[in-house]
């Protein structure tokens, strides 16, 4: 069986939309979602519609807590704005109340299994969501996500693709749908083929001027949601 696994999307449907038509292209049968549907932009809606059609596993994103401060603490709006963008105000918008409960239902981890193929599914680490995990980070962080019991441990929320041989198994950053901090205008992500235990990263082009175009509507202030879609785009 050939699984996508897929990261911090943030309400990037464009990107999305590419990513699947690819994997669908590669024959991907099953995707792994660890985390950050919401945040930043605006179509968590087509997001959760599209992955819909697909059989999935996901996990909950340190975005889908910002989303549940945002709900029970209305008053944090315009800070979560600023740092973030109104992805989190388009998801309260546009989710119905059954799509936010399921957000907020969802785990923190999930450990998985394909054939012979052991899985681990983690946002930030397996031991915190919102733990950051650079390709550079030291050994000491990345030998702690080793595992005995898995053949690939997944982290997200860097939004770095990486790949890194442990001792016992292979830790993987698929990197960033919605907001790659590789390059703009490119999603990562990553296939595991659980007939060979083989792995491969993937960058898909999308076409990021709808976006930037909603972001001069929604959030022209905040200059971050605008660099990062055209960082070291064409370099």
């Not at 800070?79 to 546009?94: D, F, N, P």
């Not at 059954?98 to 907020?104: D, P, T, V």
Request: glycine content about 6%; some cysteine.
């Amino acid at each position: 069986m050939k699984i996508a696994v897929i990261s911090d999307i943030h309400g990037n449907y464009d990107a999305l939309f590419e990513v699947l038509k690819k994997a669908k292209k590669e024959g991907v049968e099953h995707l792994l979602v660890l985390g950050d549907i919401v945040g930043y932009y605006y179509h968590p809606d087509k997001v959760l519609e599209a992955l819909s059609e697909w059989s999935f596993d996901i996990i909950k994103g340190n975005h889908e807590y910002i989303l549940e401060d945002l709900i029970a603490k209305p008053d944090l709006a315009n800070s979560i704005r600023l740092k973030y963008g109104s992805g989190h105000k388009a998801a309260l918008e546009k989710l119905s109340e059954e799509q936010l409960k399921f957000l907020k239902e969802l785990p923190e981890t999930k450990s998985v299994q394909f054939d012979e193929v052991s899985i681990l599914m983690s946002h930030g680490s397996p031991w915190s969501n919102d733990f950051y995990i650079y390709p550079d980070c030291g050994m000491d962080i990345i030998t702690r996500c080793d595992s005995t019991e898995h053949n690939f441990v997944l982290v997200g929320h860097s939004h770095y693709a990486f790949a890194i041989n442990n001792a016992n198994s292979v830790l993987v950053n698929p990197g960033s749908v919605g907001q790659s901090r590789q390059e703009g205008g490119k999603s990562s992500w990553c296939m595991i083929d659980t007939n060979n235990k083989c792995f491969r990263m993937f960058s898909t082009d999308y076409e990021v001027d709808n976006l930037i175009n909603e972001i001069a509507e929604k959030d022209e202030d905040i200059e971050y949601l605008t660099k990062v879609l055209i960082r070291n785009k064409g370099t």
